[in-house]
């Protein structure tokens, strides 16, 4: 079965830092893109970041999230991070990391995790 | 950087009837649009991408047209499980990715 599944969400102070991570099973990690796009509490869905089956060609910020966070990959553990610094209150949201296919041109999310809960407050 | 509206942002909708949902880019993003389902509490779940070809497992009743700015999602008949919430996403010239505000189908 196909799975994504994240971990690592949790209450942190504004400033602070977290790690996201998640889990890929039932394919193969290593030739798909990923992404990671997030849901505030009863807003709509926005883009966090991409990166490429590789690592080595794209890595992609949304602006509010440029400079503070870092998305990696490991692909022979089969995973995806996303590390948080300088967090705000606006980054409080379900975070989720979804799949795509391969083709940079075919950025649509065909798999999705359950999501982790980052809260933001002092 | 192109804009996704989705009209309108609450359908209600008669179990059995046909529910049209409208999504409008600013710009043209040829046939780089995917429909997305997402039910409360849960993750969104890919319908349609390429505009209008069906991803694995979603029921015909699903289908997808338009090209350039403007897109619809068709439920030819609700089922109670199609109640959620809909949003449409672009994947051309990206970054970055733009999803629209989403329409909520809720039975009437």
């Known amino acids: 079965e196909v799975q994504l599944v994240e971990s690592g969400g949790g209450l942190v102070k504004p400033g602070g830092s977290l790690r996201l991570s998640c889990a890929a099973s039932g394919f193969i990690f290593s030739t798909y893109s990923m992404n990671w796009v997030r849901q505030a509490p009863g807003k709509g869905l926005e883009w966090v970041s991409s990166?490429?089956?590789?690592?080595?060609?794209?890595?992609y910020y949304a602006d509010s999230v440029k400079g503070r966070f870092t998305i990696s990959r490991d692909n022979p553990k089969n995973s995806l991070y996303l590390q948080m610094d300088s967090l705000r209150a606006e980054d409080t949201a379900v975070y989720y990391c979804?799949?795509?296919?391969?083709?940079?041109?075919?950025?649509?999310?065909?798999?999705w995790g359950k999501g982790t809960t980052v809260t933001v407050s002092s | 950087e192109i804009v996704m509206t989705q009209s309108p942002a609450t359908l209600s909708v008669s179990p059995g009837e046909r529910a049209t949902l409208s999504c409008r880019a600013s710009q043209s993003v040829s046939s780089n649009l995917a429909w997305y389902q997402q039910k409360p509490g849960q993750a969104p779940r890919l319908l349609i991408y390429g505009a209008s070809t069906r991803a694995t497992g979603i029921p015909a009743r699903f289908s997808g047209s338009g090209s350039g700015t403007e897109f619809t999602l068709t439920i030819s008949s609700l089922q109670s499980e199609d109640f959620a919430v809909y949003y449409c996403q672009r994947y051309n010239n990206w970054p970055p990715l733009t999803f629209g505000g989403g329409t909520k189908v809720e039975i009437k």
């Open positions: 979804a799949r795509a296919p391969p083709r940079v041109d075919y950025q649509y999310m065909d798999v």
């Open positions: 990166i490429s089956s590789s690592s080595s060609s794209y890595i």
